[in-house]
């Protein structure tokens, strides 16, 4: 992987390295991976679905997108993800922001990075 590439991913809090490793090194097979994490609508799924009160669909989305930043070390994201998770596996929309700021700024550096280093690639 291009310095510019990893400096990019790494700047937005994504774990190089350890992905690398969890996806045999193979980096086309990374990128394509990262290229569906920005087309994915499981943000906007939780973000509805905090905004409808739906505990069981935020639940859901908070869950599916916790493995998928997990399965990518998409660190920056996983930090502020899993705390949620926890709030909504116990049944509850307290605690859970209902903007969003922190989680939608950082997965929108997140995409950004991504859509840098893809088109380049």
């Not at 990518?72 to 859970?96: A, F, N």
Request: with cysteine; charged share 25%.
């Amino acid at each position: 992987m291009k310095d510019t590439a990893r400096t990019v991913l790494t700047e937005a809090g994504i774990n190089v390295d350890t992905a690398l490793k969890r996806f045999l090194d193979d980096e086309e097979m990374y990128f394509e991976f990262l290229n569906s994490f920005v087309e994915d609508t499981l943000m906007s799924r939780l973000k509805q679905a905090v905004q409808n009160g739906s505990v069981d669909d935020a639940f859901e989305a908070a869950h599916a997108l916790k493995g998928l930043c997990a399965n990518l070390s998409i660190d920056s994201m996983s930090k502020m993800i899993v705390p949620m998770v926890e709030i909504l596996r116990g049944r509850s929309m307290e605690g859970i922001p209902e903007d969003f700021k922190g989680l939608s700024q950082t997965y929108e550096n997140v995409c950004a990075a991504i859509t840098k280093v893809c088109t380049v690639q």
